[in-house]
C-alpha cells in the first residue's frame, strides 16, 4: 500500500495566524477516491495547535476506516446470506 499526502494552505492571514488547510490522503492500491479532510480558517501559531491539527486529521482517518470496515462487514453479510438462502432454495427444487 503506498499513501501519499498533500498538504494545501491557502488563505492565509498571517496577521491572525489563521489559514484553509487542506489534507488529501491518496491509496495507489485502492479504487477508492483519495480521502480529503479541509479545515477553514484554522488557527496555527504554534507548534501545539500544528500538531493538534494533524491529531485530528488522524482521528479522522481512522473514523473513515472504521466506517468502511463496518460497511465491508454489513455487505459480506448480506451476501452471505443472500448467498445461503439462494443455495437452500436450489436445493429444495
Partial sequence: ?????????????????????????????SALAPQSYPFANTIIETAEQRAA?????????????EKQASIDAFITNLEQAGKS????????R
Fill in 53 to 65: 491539527l494533524l491529531e485530528i486529521v488522524k482521528a479522522e482517518v481512522v473514523k473513515a476506516e
Fill in 85 to 92: 438462502a439462494l443455495e437452500a432454495w436450489e436445493a429444495t
Fill in 1 to 29: 500500500m503506498a499513501i501519499d499526502w498533500q498538504l494545501k494552505i491557502s488563505n492565509a492571514n498571517v496577521q491572525a495566524k489563521r489559514a484553509d488547510v487542506t489534507f488529501t490522503r491518496t491509496d495507489s492500491e
